[in-house]
Structures are given as C-alpha cells and as structure tokens.
C-alpha cells in the first residue's frame, strides 16, 4: 500500500486526477484471456495515448462473464505493466460480498491505487439508502485501499447526492463513478466535493465538468483510447488545454472530434456496445477478440458499416499494436 487507510483521501485527492480508461479485456477466439494482447494494449495507451490510469475487470472488461481466478489475473497484470507510470483501479463489483471483499484483498496485496464497487442490485426494495450505507461501510471497514463507489441505472436505482456524502465520510471512500444525470453530479459535487472526487463517464460532458465543476478526473470509460491514436490525440489535448485555463482552444479541439464520436454512436448496435468498442479497437491497430456470453458478437454486416464509418471519421492513425483482425 502506498498510504495508510487514514491518508486515503488525501492521497486520492493528490494523484487520482486525469484521465483513466476503462479496459475492454481481450479475449483468444477460444475465448481464453489474451494476456499479451491485454499487456500491448496496456503499454499503447500507456506510452502512445498518455493515459493515467486504468480501471480494470468492470462492465467494459466483462466481469460478469469472468472467473474470479481470471479477475484476479487481470488485476495482477494491469499492476505489473503500470510499475508506478499509471494508475490502476481494479473492479471488484459482484453480487456476492465474500468475492467482493476477496477481490478487494487481492488488489490492495498486488499493488493497485484503488478499487471500485458498483451499487448492489437489490431485489423487491422500495427503500435502499441504510442498506447500501451500511454495504460500503462493511466493505470499507475490511480494507484499507482507497474505494470509489459507482452508481448506474443497471443497479435498477440511482444513490442519491445525501446518501452518497453519507458515504463519503467513511475514511476510505475517496471517489465515485457517478453515471446519473447531470444535476445529481453537480449537486453531489457541491455537496462534498471536499470530501469526495466525484467523476462520471462521459466524455461528451468531461470538458464541460473541467470547465463548470473544476473536475480534475475522468473515471472512466473507452473514449481515451478509442477517440485517439498516437498520432491524434485530441482527448488529451483539449483536456490539457482545459486544465490550463485555455478553455476557448480547448472547446475548438473538444468539437472537432464530433465527426468520430457521431461515427462511434451512428455504428454502434444497441446490443453490442463491447463487441463494437473491440472491433473499433482492432480497427485502430489495438488487440479487441470476441466477446462472451451473454454478449453477442457483431456480424459481417455490422462490421463492414463500422469500418466505413471509421474510414470517414477523420482519425489520424498510428496506432503500434497489431490486430489480425485490423
């Protein structure tokens, strides 16, 4: 561990910042762990894209369809192609509490900054807010990494702002994945944005949150290493342009990705977001595979509308990685 359970939000509140990726995991066509296609992957965005950190085994990575064994190998790799030049954030959301806290054991033992854990899904509850109080202070109380909450509609509920500055005084909980609609964020950031790093995925409001909110975070989704290559990285520069102050040329490059972001959302099927983002990476020269069950894969015609659309996008490629499937 890199600080005490008591300096957690300290320490978040001195290195979580920037913009962190949420990792798709590469699979073999035997639906195997590509676990060299993970680490190129890793290394790219790393070395070629800037990235600051990544967050590893959640609903882009495909938890659900993974055995705990293989999450555990994940954050273990992820940990070892950082070696301190990225941050790393590792999923440990489950239904089941006792893998939850297992995972977060096993981070917290390899080396990782950070986890995560996702609102459990709660059957026939009208009520939630003492139940998922009292869920994160358990989990917290077990160890002593940093923990982000994250709350999303698959939950089948939205914390509200209260509940999470309840949460956000417990003295491990230093950030929160908030995928809810604006004002919640903003009033949650009002809030206790002293006591919390709030963030939330998407990238098409990221600029407006630097500029708004001061936000210094973006946790995280797949634009960071879908929206750029080595030679375009376009994220990155209106972020940093954003953080500058220069917000007038940060808007300008912020825009001119629109082409590629209406090219993502146009090809995109409503089912597939996972087997699209993986094909879009092999498209970039980056490792995607197939996805598993219970995802579908895309078909011949999903893919040849997507590589038309990526054609047109304007993407200045450069990417160093490989794909057969490119």
């Known amino acids: 561990m890199k600080y005490r359970r008591t300096d957690a939000k300290e320490y978040a509140r001195a290195n979580f910042k920037g913009i962190w990726a949420a990792a798709l995991t590469p699979f073999y066509e035997d639906l195997s762990i590509d676990e060299a296609g993970f680490g190129r992957n890793l290394r790219h965005w790393r070395d070629d894209l800037s990235v600051d950190g990544v967050f590893v085994a959640g609903k882009q990575g495909e938890f659900f369809a993974m055995s705990l064994a293989e999450r555990k190998r994940t954050f273990e790799l ?73 709350s999303h509609p698959d939950s089948g509920y939205l914390l509200s702002p209260e509940l999470c500055a309840r949460i956000a005084e417990l003295p491990n909980i230093v950030a929160i994945k908030y995928s809810v609609p604006r004002e919640m964020y903003v009033k949650l950031t009002q809030m206790a944005g002293d006591k919390i790093i709030v963030s939330t995925a998407s990238e098409e409001e990221w600029f407006d949150n630097i500029v708004e909110l001061n936000w210094r975070l973006y946790l995280c989704s797949s634009p960071p290493y879908l929206l750029q290559t080595r030679n375009d990285m376009r994220m990155r520069e209106y972020t940093d342009l954003a953080f500058r102050g220069e917000i007038d040329k940060a808007r300008a490059v912020r825009d001119s990705l629109n082409p590629v972001r209406e090219a993502i959302r146009r090809t995109r099927p409503p089912e597939k977001p996972q087997a699209h983002s993986k094909y879009w990476q092999e498209l970039l020269g980056q490792v995607g595979g197939p996805v598993r069950r219970p995802l579908l894969q895309m078909t011949d015609a999903e893919k040849q509308a997507t590589r038309a659309a990526f054609d047109a996008c304007g993407l200045k490629l450069g990417a160093p990685a490989r794909s057969s499937a490119a």
């Open 78 to 150: 992820a940990v070892a192609e950082a070696n301190g030049r990225f941050g790393t954030i590792m999923s440990c959301s489950d239904q089941n509490l006792d893998t939850v806290i297992e995972l977060a054991k096993h981070a917290q033992a390899v080396g990782a900054d950070y986890i995560v854990v996702h609102a459990p899904i709660l059957h026939f509850f009208k009520s939630q807010d003492e139940t998922v109080y009292q869920y994160y202070k358990y989990i917290s109380e077990q160890v002593d990494i940093g923990i982000a909450m994250w």
